[in-house]
Structures are given as C-alpha cells and as structure tokens.
C-alpha cells in the first residue's frame, strides 16, 4: 500500500490484484465523506452508432439491482442523508454518494452495487430513455449548450470526442437493454476503475471493504483498453448555428493546449501553469478580458476563460456572450489580448492568476467530493496524486515565462469557434475566427 505525503494526513493509494485502483484521502477537520466508483471511460470510447450509450448507462444504473429496486437504492441513500449522483463526461463516468463520515462503508456498499450489479431492467429502460430523449431536446434548444456541443465539433471534428456526451436523439430512442449489458462488459473493466473516498472515515476498514467488493472486478482481456489512450487531432473549425427565438449571441473559442515535450502533458506543474493562464486571462473582475471587454468597451456582460482538460488533452477556452452588432469587436479585441499574453506576462496579473489558483486549491481541500474529483483527475492524467502543499509550492515557484509560453504554443494553431444565437451564421463564424487572428496580430 502505497502512502503519500500530505498537509493534513496520508493519502492511500492500492492496487488490487486485478487493477482496481483504491484512493482514500482522509480529512480529519470535517465530519463528512464522500464515495465514489470512477470508470475512465467515456463518449470518446463510442461510435457514431453509440454515441449516448455511455450516458445512457448512467441513468441506468440506479434503475435496479440484483438485490435492489430502484426505489431501495433511493430509499437506503436517504434514509442515511446521503446525496447522491453521477455523471458522464468525454473520458470519464462517475458514481458518488456524499454522507457522514461514519457511513462511508455503508455508501461505498450501495456505490459499488450500483457499478457492479446493475440489471438494467427492459420496463425502466424504456421510461428512462424518453426522460433522456426530453433531456436531449432541451439541450438542442438552449443556445448555451448547444454552443459548447458545437465547439466540441469545432475542436476535434468528426473523431468521437466531438460527439455530444449525451448522444442523438435517434440513438437513445433505439438503445436497448443488450446494448447496455455489452457496453459494460467491454468497459466497465478493472483496469479502468478508481474507487476513491474522502472524508472523515475509517480508512483501514474503507480500504479493506473496497478491496472485498472489487476484488472481482472483470479485468479486460483487449490489451487495447488497458493502453493509454491516444488524443485526439485537433481540427480547429468555425461553426455555427442559429436561433431566432434569442436577442444575443453565444461565443465559444479555444485553443488546444500542448506542452513542449509530449511527456510534460501527464506532469502537474505543466497543468498548473495552464490552469494559470486562463486564470491570468479571464478568471476574474480585473483580469485583462474581462476589464477590456466588460468594463472598458461595454461589449459583453459574461466573459471568462477556463481549461477545459481531461486525461490526456487539454484545451483553453473562452467564454463570452453579446449583442449580434458587439460580436466582431468582441472577437478582435479578445484576439488582441491573447496575442499581448504571448508576447509578455503582467507580474502583478500572474500574482493574481497564482492566489487565485492557490486559493481555489485550498477550498478544494475543505470539501470532500471536490478534493475526491480533484485527486481523481490527477490519478487519470498523471498516474499520480499531488498533496496540496506541493501544488502549492508548485503554484507559486512557476515563472511568468512559462504562463507565457502556454499562450505562444497554443497560439500557432488557428482557434475553434462555436457561435449560436440571433443572426450566427457558418459563414461569419469563418469571419470572425478570421478576425480573431488578425485581431491578435
């Protein structure tokens, strides 16, 4: 059993003999905990016939058990207070309960049912897949989401990472019960798998039961699972889409994010200093976008960037919402500000960006599922999990050089543009990705 330093206690690390990885970070300051089953598996693992299925299964999951109703797994979660929920994302699904620390055997027993004993039974997945399909059609027509579905688009293409997570509308109306039994035998596998907690708990006696429960677990005979996967191709298209029913417009751009070397991609101090730059860009009131295009010209209300990232990719992204008549001095003057990032960084704006992170990190560390998720990411990415005062010290030793040669590398590649709403053409997004360049020259 591995043991890693931390702040407060030891982080416990344990692989099981059929590659389940075990995580318990316990957090003696609070009296709550939260469990978790972390699967690396994702939308990128289906196809265009698949795609949804993997969200899907999700919902599915809580629909009954070997041993248990769905109204049992709701029922016993409640009894004890727990929260509970899951989601879905490119390269990642998660199943976590949140309760107190003296129940977390009793959620990590009902967390890993779910995983492992689903049944999938055929009259709740026909219910279910008519909430999904509703759930579908309310994200096609909201401007926002659609927005971030069409810059997935945008980023990658074709390939599955730019399919929506929560697939089409002709495949979920046609999934059915095998095609779920089969998605989880290929990839809900051990290899695949964390069964993570943090909180206040018992961690020998957490670490034991989970071992017990997964123990089991099928490991994948396709050596291909077990592989690290390869990312994507970034394309890096301008795409649009409009609505009429809405008065402003919703604009997504990214870049990809690429260290030097290939192998600093899985390193935490690359992923700081990228996590940095969107923070010195667009992470807060006086950060040079939001200043420049909310405070200074009056072009937009929501304007912020983020690292939208993952296992193995990485993007940067800005956010922002407008009139039609602001759209294209919104997009030049953001080009500019990007292009001023990559040429020299503002010491007092990387203090900033640095207690910002910093702050962000140690708020993290003072709630349960945020620290469980954090370290998990981690776990995923780099095969590793930093303790919070070495991303700390990480965090502060980075130079302004470095946050700045996130900016020129990401900058080399022509940005991905998502616009939706009143008037947003295919045609002017191409424009505006054109202006966004040569605003930022």
């Known amino acids: 059993m591995n043991r890693l330093p931390s702040k407060r206690a030891t982080v416990v690390l344990h ?18 905990a939260s469990v978790g089953v972390f699967l690396r598996v994702g939308s990128r693992d289906e196809t265009p016939a698949t795609n949804g299925i993997g969200h899907v299964l999700e919902h599915m999951a809580f629909k009954g058990t070997a041993t248990r109703s ?10 004890l207070g727990a929260d509970v929920n899951a989601f879905t994302g490119k390269d990642t699904t998660g199943y976590f309960m949140t309760g107190l620390g003296r129940h977390a055997e009793h959620l990590l027993r009902m967390t890993a049912d779910i995983v492992l004993n689903s049944t999938f039974p055929d009259n709740e997945l026909q219910r279910e ?4 399909r509703q759930e579908a059609i309310e994200y096609e027509e909201d401007p926002e989401d659609c927005s971030s579905d069409l ?13 929506p997570v929560i697939g089409t509308i002709g495949n979920i109306e046609g999934f059915t019960r095998n095609d779920l039994v089969g998605h989880v035998q290929s990839r809900y596998v051990a290899q695949q798998t964390v069964v993570a907690a943090a909180g206040n708990f018992d961690v020998d006696a957490w670490v034991a039961l989970a071992g017990e429960l997964f123990a089991a677990m099928p490991a994948s005979a ?20 409009r609505f009429t029913q809405v008065s402003q417009v919703f604009l997504n751009i990214a870049y990809p994010l690429a260290p030097a070397r290939p192998e600093e991609m899985s390193q935490p101090r690359w992923r700081l200093a990228a996590a940095l730059a969107a923070n010195l860009f667009g992470g807060g009131m006086s950060a040079p976008l939001v200043d420049t295009v909310r405070e200074q010209l009056g072009l937009a209300y929501t304007a912020h960037s983020t690292v939208d990232s993952g296992d193995v990719w990485a993007n940067f992204a800005v956010h922002a919402v407008t009139t039609p008549d602001k759209l294209d001095a919104l997009v030049t003057a ?22 910002q992170l910093t702050v962000s990190r140690v708020r993290a560390a003072e709630r349960t599922y945020a620290s469980m998720e954090q370290a998990v990411e981690e776990l995923f990415a780099s095969g590793c999990v930093t303790p919070m005062a070495e991303a700390i010290a990480m965090i502060d030793d980075i130079r302004a050089e470095e946050v700045r040669a996130v900016f020129e590398r990401m900058l080399v590649h022509p940005p991905a543009l998502a616009i939706t709403g009143k008037g947003a053409s295919v045609r002017g997004a191409r424009q505006l990705a054109a202006r966004l360049v040569d605003g930022a020259s």
């Open 15 to 32: 692989t099981l003999a059929n590659g389940v990885r075990l995580l318990a970070i316990p957090m003696p300051h609070v009296q709550s």
């Open 70 to 79: 769905v109204q049992a797994i709701n029922l016993d979660a409640e009894r």
């Open 129 to 132: 897949l008519e909430v999904i």
């Open 151 to 163: 810059l997935d688009r945008a980023i990658w293409g074709d390939d599955p990472m730019g399919m």
């Open 222 to 241: 396709d050596l291909s699972v077990s592989r690290p996967p390869e990312p994507a191709r970034y394309v890096g298209q301008a795409m649009a889409r």
């Open 334 to 355: 953001t080009g500019r500000l990007l292009r001023a990032q990559a040429t020299i960084i503002d010491p007092v704006h990387l203090e900033r960006a640095k207690n």
